[in-house]
C-alpha cells in the first residue's frame, strides 16, 4: 500500500449516523493531516495533529493517531448530507515535512 | 482574507500547445506548493517554491514542466508542447512561514487542465 492510504474507498450512511475513516501510512511522520473535497473543487482543511499527539477534536471531527501502528482515523459525529464529500489523509516525511503525500481518499456519502 | 486564488478553473489546450497555471497565495504566506490529481487518485506532490526559489521539484517531470514564484506576482507552473496525460487537476497550495515543523497547507480551487 502507499503511504497514506485510506479505507474503505466508499463509505455510505444515513444522516445522523456516525462515519469512521482510515488512514494507513509507511514511514515516520511529523505531522498528519485530513482534507476534505467536495466535487470538482479544491481541498478543505480539517485537521492537523502532531506525530506527539494522540487525539485531536475540532467540532464533530475526531482524529486519533497511533505511531505504533502507522495508522490515524477520522470520525465524523452526526453526520450531515452536507459531509458528503471525499477525505484524505496527508502525511509528511521526517528530513522533508513540507512534502505531502496523499492517499486516494475515501467517498463518503451521506444519505438525507 | 482572501485564499489562494488559481486561475484559469479550465483549461483546454490542443496537443502541442503550452499550459501556462497561475496561483496567487493567500496574504502573507511565502511558500508555495504545487500538486497534480489524476482522475480518482489522490493528489501528488510536484514542486515546493519560495519567492525567487525553487526548494524542491522531485515530483516535476523533468522535461517541458517548469514552474517559478516571481518576486511581484503569482506562481506559474508551465507545461510546454502538452501531451493527452497531462490532463488532470492541478492544485497549489500556500504555507505562511513554518514555525516548529507545522506545514500546514491552504489549497486553492484547482486548475482542470484537458488536452484535446
Known amino acids: 500500500s502507499q503511504q497514506g492510504e485510506e479505507d474503505p474507498q466508499a463509505l455510505s450512511i444515513q444522516e445522523g449516523e456516525n462515519a469512521t475513516m482510515n488512514c494507513s501510512y509507511k514511514?515516520?511522520?511529523?505531522?498528519l493531516q485530513w482534507y476534505r473535497q467536495n466535487s470538482g473543487r479544491g481541498l478543505v482543511h480539517l485537521i492537523l495533529?502532531?506525530?506527539?499527539?494522540r487525539e485531536k477534536h475540532s467540532g464533530r471531527l475526531r482524529v486519533t493517531l497511533d505511531t505504533s501502528k502507522k495508522s490515524s482515523s477520522l470520525l465524523i459525529t452526526a453526520s450531515r448530507a452536507a459531509d458528503t464529500a471525499s477525505y484524505f489523509c496527508a502525511t509528511d516525511a521526517k528530513g522533508s515535512n513540507y512534502k505531502l503525500t496523499f492517499g486516494k481518499g475515501t467517498l463518503l456519502t451521506v444519505n438525507p | 482574507n482572501a485564499g489562494v486564488m488559481q486561475n484559469p478553473r479550465h483549461l483546454v489546450r490542443r496537443r502541442g500547445q503550452e499550459a501556462r497555471l497561475r496561483c496567487s497565495p493567500m496574504?502573507?504566506?511565502?511558500?508555495v506548493y504545487w500538486y497534480r490529481q489524476l482522475p480518482e487518485e489522490g493528489l501528488k506532490f510536484m514542486v515546493y517554491?519560495?519567492?525567487?526559489?525553487?526548494?524542491?521539484e522531485s515530483g516535476m517531470p523533468k522535461e517541458r514542466f517548469s514552474a517559478e514564484f516571481p518576486k511581484e506576482g503569482p506562481s506559474i507552473l508551465r507545461i510546454q508542447q502538452v501531451v493527452r496525460g497531462d490532463s488532470a487537476a492541478y492544485f497549489c497550495a500556500s504555507s505562511p512561514n513554518h514555525g516548529q515543523g507545522s506545514y500546514e497547507q491552504y489549497f486553492g480551487p484547482g486548475t482542470r487542465l484537458t488536452v484535446t
Open positions: 517554491l519560495q519567492k525567487e526559489n525553487i526548494i524542491d
Open positions: 514511514t515516520s511522520i511529523n505531522n
Open positions: 496574504k502573507g504566506h511565502s511558500h
Open positions: 495533529i502532531r506525530s506527539n499527539e
